[in-house]
C-alpha cells in the first residue's frame, strides 16, 4: 500500500505545472549576478518549460538575463516577481504591477518593485515618486 501511495505522488508531482520553488534567502545566489539573494522584496524567478528554476535579487537583474537570451523566450513557462508589499507572495509577472524610482534601494540598484496591487505600489510611489508601469513595457526597457 505504501509502495502504491508513493509510486502515485511521484507520478502526480511529474505531471505538473512547472512553478516557482522556495527562494533560500542568504544562500541563494543570483543567476545573473552571482550576488547573495537577501531581500525577499526584490526576489524573482523565471521558470522554464522543463522545470528549470532561474532566481534573481533584483528585477534589473531578471531583465537582463531575460535579455540576454541564455534562456530563449520560446522556452520560458513563467516568470514570478515578490509582491514588494508581501514578500512571502509571489505574482506572475503578467499580472505584476511595477513602480520605477531612482529612489527605490533594490539591491542592484535596479529602482524596481513589483505589486499585486496598484493600490500598494500607489501607496510607495507617495514615498518615492516615480512611474507605475506593466513589466511587458518597464522589463524591456530595463532589460536592454
Known sequence: MLAA??????????????APAA???????????????????????????????????????????????RVAAQDIHSIWLNDHAHPEA?????DAVILVSERIKAPMNGHMAA?????DAAALRVAVGGTIGRWADIGKRAGS
Open 90 to 94: 509571489r505574482v506572475n509577472v503578467e
Open 5 to 18: 501511495a508513493l509510486l502515485a505522488s511521484t507520478l502526480t508531482a511529474g505531471c505538473s505545472e512547472p
Open 23 to 69: 527562494i533560500v534567502y542568504d544562500s541563494d545566489a543570483c543567476d545573473h549576478c552571482r550576488m547573495t539573494i537577501a531581500a525577499p522584496a526584490f526576489a524573482a524567478q523565471l521558470v522554464t518549460r522543463t522545470g528549470k528554476r532561474y532566481r534573481f535579487d533584483d528585477l534589473a537583474c531578471l531583465a537582463a538575463f531575460a535579455s540576454s537570451g
Open 115 to 119: 505589486f499585486a496591487s496598484r493600490d
